[in-house]
């Protein structure tokens, strides 16, 4: 027999949501262990530097952000256990969870486990990552004022950055595989309207070029099947993300792989409560998750205490 761990709630995940969850959680008197599959930091501890999180005027390392967040849960008295959720199974009106440990047995569950941003998978993408290629334009945008960037993708992520980035940059590349946006008509009129973003059609990115920074990426047109090269500062490559819910099969609704949940950070399931990157949400940042964290952790504490 697996050894058996019983709890009021679990978090899983140990990212910027999920130590905010269980900060909030505590200080409900909930008695809860936060599982993080390995150290905790999330997409939030790979930021070089977090500049709109509100209070840090300096801005703050991803790094650094966590570190206090990690020591703030520490101090408030969440408990942390080191193991991976491979599957969520109902059991008698609460959950069991099994990871490769031990099992949980839980009244509520919050989910924190994330998402990540899609890889290009070409040549020059991760040696010059942080160094010109980047994934998020809200966070690095700023410092491509004045520059060319290329906005790699077609769908709403990818034009809603290349209009953030039209306001920064001088001018803004839109390299996309088709000839036609998957971005939302709406948005996609605004950025065909605007000057300085120049759309490239067919194309894919077949490499990007530096030694020390971005300098440019090369170029292939599908349907001419001619090769190209444009000269640019940064490279914002918005392809899509992948919410880390493999795991939860078909238990949870789910909206692109992502989770579905009210405004109170309810999920389909009763007791299973969702925040941060892996929620279907319009806005992926650390404000915003933590933000759902504090939701979810009130709307826990509500649901366990119904059931005292
Ligand atoms: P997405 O809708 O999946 O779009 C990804 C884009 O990248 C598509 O245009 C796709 O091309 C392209 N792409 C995928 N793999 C590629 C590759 N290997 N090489 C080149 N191009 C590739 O992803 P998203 O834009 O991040 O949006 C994700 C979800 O969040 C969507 O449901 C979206 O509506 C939502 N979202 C909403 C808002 C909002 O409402 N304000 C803002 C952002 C995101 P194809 O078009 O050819 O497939």
Request: hydrophobic share 40%.
């Amino acid at each position: 027999m697996p050894e058996v761990k019983d709890h009021e709630l679990v978090v899983v995940g140990g990212g910027a949501a999920g130590l905010t969850a269980g900060i909030y959680a505590v200080r409900y008197g909930l008695d809860l262990v936060l599982l993080a599959a390995g150290a905790p930091g999330g997409q939030t501890a790979t930021a070089t530097t977090i500049e709109n999180f509100p209070g840090f005027p300096e801005g703050i390392s991803g790094a650094e952000l966590i570190m206090r967040l990690t020591q703030q849960a520490q101090n408030t008295g969440v408990s942390f256990d080191s193991a991976e959720v491979q599957q969520i199974v109902p059991d008698q009106g609460r959950w069991r969870l099994l990871t490769d440990v031990r099992e949980y047995m839980t009244t509520a569950v919050i989910l924190t486990v994330g998402a990540s941003p899609r890889r290009l998978k070409i040549p020059g993408e991760r040696d010059l990552f942080g160094r010109g290629v980047s994934y998020c334009a809200t966070c690095d945008g700023f410092f491509y004022r004045g520059q060319t960037v290329a906005v790699i993708g077609g769908g709403n992520s990818a034009v809603e950055e290349a209009l953030y980035l039209s306001d920064i940059a001088e001018k803004v590349y839109v390299i996309h595989r088709r000839d036609e946006l998957r971005a939302e008509k709406v948005v996609a009129d605004r950025a065909l309207r605007k000057p300085n973003i120049q759309f490239i059609w067919d194309t894919v990115p077949t490499e990007i070029r530096g030694e020390d920074a971005v300098t440019s990426v090369a170029l292939h047109n599908k349907k001419t099947e001619e090769d190209s090269e444009v000269a640019v500062d940064g490279v914002f490559v918005a392809v899509g993300y992948e919410p880390n819910t493999g795991f939860l099969g078909d238990l949870i609704e789910l909206r692109d792989g992502f989770i579905v949940t009210d405004q109170r950070m309810r999920t389909s399931q009763p007791g299973i409560f969702a925040a941060g990157d892996v929620r279907d949400t319009p806005l992926r940042q650390v404000a915003t998750a933590v933000g759902d964290a504090a939701i979810a952790a009130d709307s826990a504490y509500r649901y366990v205490a119904e059931r005292r």
